[in-house]
């Protein structure tokens, strides 16, 4: 297996545009988790959906922020617009079971940088 | 609300050294404990998950040990390597239905 698959690896936008990061998870895994990390506040669950359904989002900062995940292998996080305390490493993972109940598996992240 | 805390923040040891790496949590109610690797740049990769039934896990050089009642838990690194040097988090998953990570700790391993 390939592991989570994430895209961009690396996204550099100007204040205001709309980013869209991408996220393909382990084939089987029924939880799908999207993080953020900065230097300031460490990792920090943003959302996670259990069989494509979003299950806590309370981590999710603002209505700028939205998550989707239309079907099993994709899910894509949405930041419009975008702003410059945005910039940060967003991670994807996956896990067998529902929550945190057993093993999360990490992508490589996506840096954004938002000037 | 579950916290997680990791000390030392950083620390250098000579190969070959054994070492642990320290993580206290404050809810007792944890269902896992899981400890990850990053290296700079990189994503997290996990190397063991404790269930809280268990009281320790091994992987090669790496042994983890989860303490409920005191709300700690040790990785443990065998006769340490260069390659080794990354950061380590651990994180909990408890009452709060979501992994709560600690800042981590700085590991370097000096050839």
């Known amino acids: 297996d390939a592991g989570v698959i994430q895209s961009p690896r690396h996204e550099v936008t100007e204040m205001g545009q709309e980013v869209t990061l991408r996220c393909k998870p382990i084939?089987?895994?029924?939880?799908l988790f999207w993080y953020r990390q900065t230097m300031m506040r460490g990792l920090e669950l943003l959302i996670y959906?259990?069989?494509?359904?979003?299950?806590?989002d309370s981590g999710m900062p603002e209505d700028r922020f939205s998550a989707k995940m239309p079907n099993a292998s994709f899910s894509t996080l949405k930041i419009q617009p975008s702003e410059p305390r945005d910039s940060a490493v967003y991670f994807c993972?996956?896990?067998?079971?529902?929550?945190?109940?057993?093993?999360?598996?990490f992508g490589p992240g996506t840096r954004l940088t938002v000037l | 609300k579950q916290e997680v805390t990791q000390i030392p923040a950083a620390l250098s040891v000579p190969e070959g050294e054994n070492l642990v790496l320290n993580c206290s949590f404050t809810?007792?109610?944890?269902?896992?404990l899981q400890w990850f690797r990053q290296d700079p740049g990189k994503g997290l990769t996990s190397l063991l998950l404790?269930?809280?039934?268990?009281r320790e896990q091994t992987s090669g050089r790496l042994n983890a040990s989860l303490d409920k009642s005191s709300g700690r838990s040790t990785l443990y690194i065998a006769a340490s390597q260069p390659g080794d040097s990354a950061t380590y988090l651990c994180?909990?998953?408890?009452?709060?239905?979501?992994?709560?990570f600690g800042s981590g700790t700085q590991l370097t391993v000096l050839p």
């Open positions: 993972a996956s896990s067998p079971e529902r929550g945190g109940l057993s093993e999360q598996f």
């Open positions: 084939s089987g895994h029924n939880s």
């Open positions: 959906f259990n069989n494509n359904v979003p299950i806590d």
């Open positions: 809810d007792s109610a944890i269902y896992n």
């Open positions: 404790i269930q809280s039934s268990q």
């Open positions: 994180a909990g998953y408890g009452s709060a239905r979501q992994l709560t």
